[in-house]
């Protein structure tokens, strides 16, 4: 489902134009493999004409099931995060924005949908961690260490210092 605004509808009213509805990105967890699910986002917005600009502005949640980077235990996590768009048709107003915010558009339709997307993408976390003390899987066993202790010897060494290991044992 498309979340689709009617810019020049919203550029004509003097007041502002409030949006609220769920928004359904099913490709979001084909592009991030940590990513198992994603639940509709609830989009709360501000649709605000200002000076041939119109700013959409608000809030965005979702709940997200992930897998996390060290135990691969599957664990919900819910993601909030404030949602910032201005457009203009003028592309005077577009070329004089110094740092690149307005975007220019030229039909009527726009489509909020792919900026969601891309909020939601910059949210996410780059390292996914079911706690902040996860302590991962062995990498002898396989076992989940947060689960319980297993026996296996980890020597923890860097690979580089390997060949100096025995070094000072031969005198």
């Known amino acids: 489902m498309s979340l689709i605004i009617h810019l020049r509808d919203a550029a004509n009213r003097n007041e502002a134009q409030e949006i609220h509805e769920r928004v359904d990105l099913p490709g979001l967890a084909k592009i991030r493999k940590d990513v198992l699910a994603v639940a509709p986002i609830q989009v709360d917005l501000l649709v605000k004409p200002s000076a041939q600009v119109v700013n959409v502005s608000g809030r965005c949640a979702s ?17 909030e995060f404030p ?4 457009f203009s048709f003028n592309p005077e107003i577009v070329s004089a924005d110094r740092d690149e915010s307005i975007h220019l ?3 009527d339709k726009v489509d909020l949908t792919p900026y969601i997307e891309e909020h ?6 780059l390292v996914p961690l079911c706690s902040e003390d996860c302590r991962g899987l062995c990498p002898v ?3 989940n260490k947060n689960e319980r202790d297993c026996s296996c010897q980890v020597e923890q060494m860097d690979p580089r210092l390997m060949g100096l ?3 000072f044992k031969s005198s």
Request: proline share 3%; glycine share 2%.
């Open 63 to 79: 709940e997200l099931e992930l897998a996390c980077s060290r135990c691969l235990t599957h664990f919900n996590k819910t993601l």
């Open 83 to 86: 949602f910032h768009e201005a």
């Open 105 to 107: 558009v030229t039909e």
């Open 120 to 125: 939601v993408l910059l949210e996410l976390p």
């Open 141 to 143: 066993c396989g076992q």
């Open 165 to 167: 290991k025995d070094f």
